[in-house]
């Protein structure tokens, strides 16, 4: 792999390993750098140091089982993968989720965003090179949303709290004033990034005009989520193909058009601001009434068929494809990742770029390992 | 003082001060250490050590013994030679820096006439060791911060000199204590804000701190030339770096801030110059702490931008400045006015490589879309 370049002197390139073992590369993602000096001529990324094959898993267990394997699949926004595997389930076994199920989903995922957005913004904070004091800002408030999570569903990470039907067992009586209080604190992390970094000079030397992709490269890597819509394309699953009750309230698609390192950064804050809205909203709406149908099978079994269902995870578009040969498991289960799609477009993002500015791109897309090898 | 600091022999005279530098730089250190932890701790939203002794007081002390018990590890294809003796070199400058601190009036471990440029000379030797622990880990992270390192260190030292020379100028002396001395009435900062700022910002480039921590940066080269060191040897890194921390605001404190003299004079003792120095260094090192906390890193080509494109003119301007006032024998005060434009100077020049459009590197890849136009 090593080249030569024709100089004046003769120059050798070097061949970088970056990972699996990297502060910087957010798990055990591993890429192999050929660096000029400090300019990154080629980028070979490496995958599948975390693959537990759990979509061949959830093929021998029961769907309410497989729950727990989609928690794993993308284990920093639990919510929104349960809501996919289960929506895939409901749609599939015809069943119809109550009102007030819905609704309290609904908050669940935007919570789920907001945790992992903030989660985001702590890991870039120290990609970018500052000691700490982003990180600890963006766990103080994440601390906050998964401190709920832990009160409503037992856990801090791997909720399983969605079933198909609806839910496992209704919200605690003090549900709403809480989620008022986790948005208060939110709001207060959000207003903090913002005086932290988003006005920053070295942050905003260090990320703006690093990592453009134009829209178009960007549908062609099949990207989605903040990442495409940071260059201008307005995919949101959510707008696309509403589900849960996404029509019914008032929301906005946030887009930027430079494409670039701080774009991403800003889509993901603005779009913080935009699940307090619709949080709000949610909790106005929010009626008493039943969280599971009333005729609901004690063994879940669906009748022959293939279902493709997607929902808006914070990282982009989790589908699950689900077939069904009848019985109560399913005979294929794949998962669509939103980050496995993004991370194809991280050679062409950093081929040029500098080494320094390769790992702030790779940070900028905000992968999760795990739903990447699955 | 040729007779010997304590009227003893030089021999035993010699042995003292060694001893003095030693010991008080390791204990500072330490300190230090302590220090910027619980500092950054509170920055941080959190509390810092706190288990180890009453306020966490004895945590530096227990990171040492730990580092002392380590084994110390050497990768097999390490140059023994390069890899062994680069902690030394990096530490052994810095302590030599110390001998002319001016901590108390007369008392400082020498008193040099050549003070600043045996300080310039000595403190710039450190990064050969930078540079040999980087070359001799046989690591690819610690040789790219190795050449960080020392890209960084002639970029930065320009600047750094002739901020210091334009004080030198002012003063007419080389010799730190006596520059000290010359601020009995105004301390430096007033007649050299710009040179101040410049001086801060190398200052911080020296010392490898944030934002300018590319040679070490956790993120990308997981600590550049430390990355192959532990036990003892790394902990000599991690002394060295704290000690500079130290001697760096006891200069700045000196040069620009009055040291021991302003704004009290030397009549007050001995034991209260001590304590001056020592709350003025202790001002500049928070400042240091609280740039660390906030701030991101700055990239290579950023930094040696900034470096040789807005600083080092900017000193060179007044280097210029300052011996237009001593020929010509203006009034001091045109030296403050001149300094306060040449800040509002750098602060906006500052702002506009900022918003400056940057060139973006082009892909070399042909996607599918540009392909098909």
Redesign the interface.
Known sequence: MVTESASEFETQD????VGPQ???THGVFRMVMQ?DG?VVREVIPYIGYLHRGAEKLCETMDYRQGIGFMDRTEYLAAMNAELSYVMAVETLAELEVPERAQWIRMILVELNRLASHLMFMGAF?????????PF??AW?EREAVIDLFEEISGDRMMYAYLRPGGLAWDVPTNFVPRVREVLTAVRQGIADFDG??TK???????T???G?I?A??A???GMSGPSIRASGVPLDVRREEPYLKYNDINWNVITRTEG?VYARYLCRLDEMRESVKIVEQCLERLQPGAIMPEKMPRMLRTPPGEIYVRTEAPRGEFGVYLVSKGGNRPHRLKVRSACLSNLQAL???T???????A?IVLGSIDIVLSEVDR | MPEGLFGLNPWLDGLIRLLMIVGLMTITAMGLIYIERKV?GR????VGPQRTGPFGLLQSLADALKLIGKEDLRPRNADPWTFEFGPYMVFVPIFLGFVVQPFMAGFSVRVLDLGIMYFVAVSSLSIIGWVMAGWGSDN??AM?GGMRAAAQAISYELPFVLSLLSVSMLTGTLNINEIVLSQWQVPNIVWQPLAFLIFFIAALAELNR??F??PI??????GGPFVEYSGIRWSMFFLGEYASLFIMSVLISALFLGGYEWPFGTQLGIGFQFLLTVVKAAMIIFLIIWV???????????LMGYAWKILLPLSLLQVLVNGFVLVYDLPRIVLTIAGIGGVILLVSL??R??RL?????????V????AAS
Do not use: C, W
Not at chain 1, 200 to 206: D, G, K, V, Y
Not at chain 1, 352 to 357: M, R
């Open positions: 070097l061949l970088l390993n990297h502060p910087s660096v400090e904070g120290v990609d970018v090179g500052v000691f700490g004091t600890i800002y103080r932290l970094l920053n000079e070295i942050f905003i030397a260090r703006k005009g690093v453009v134009s178009a490269d549908i062609d890597f670039d050679r062409h993002m081929i040029g770029s500098y080494v320094a500015d790992l | 950054l920055f941080h939203a959190r690819r992270y790219i944030p934002p921590d590319i940066g956790e993120s990308e080269v997981v660390r906390a906030s701030v991101p890193r700055l990239r290579i080509d950023q500052t702002e490589a900022i459009p940057r060139v973006t590197h082009q892909s070399s890849l996607t599918q879309s540009e």
